[in-house]
């Protein structure tokens, strides 16, 4: 089981763009809205088509839930949260794609610093 619900619906995906709180870092742009449903975590990862052809999007989309997996229990639930690929999100290691995703789910206060211990 995945712990998390993926962010399918236009109108979630257009409520979270307009009325959620952006975040933003040279690698990744995070979107966050509070969710309607308590308890529930609906998150989509998107990469658009000027970072490459599907291989290397889906590649990058792969890399995205990899690396969310990895700090997932420590993510707060009650939220709807879309995460977007930038440019330089293809050139780095995956190390510094974990940490880079990692410290925009901090800054964006959706990491719970009691269970966080990394």
Do not use: W
């Amino acid at each position: 089981m995945k712990g998390y619900e993926s962010l399918k619906k236009e109108k979630d995906f257009k409520e979270t763009f307009n009325k959620g709180q952006s975040y933003i870092n040279q690698h990744f742009v995070l979107y966050v809205r509070p969710s309607e449903e308590k308890g529930q975590l609906k998150i989509a990862f998107c990469v658009g088509k000027k970072l490459g052809y599907a291989v290397k999007r889906n590649r990058i989309k792969r890399r995205m839930r990899h690396a969310f997996y990895s700090f997932m229990p420590q993510v707060a639930r009650d939220y709807q949260i879309i995460v977007i690929a930038r440019q330089k999100a293809r050139e780095i290691e995956f190390s510094q794609f974990c940490s880079s995703l990692r410290s925009l789910f901090k800054k964006a206060n959706l990491i719970d610093v009691q269970k966080d211990h990394y």
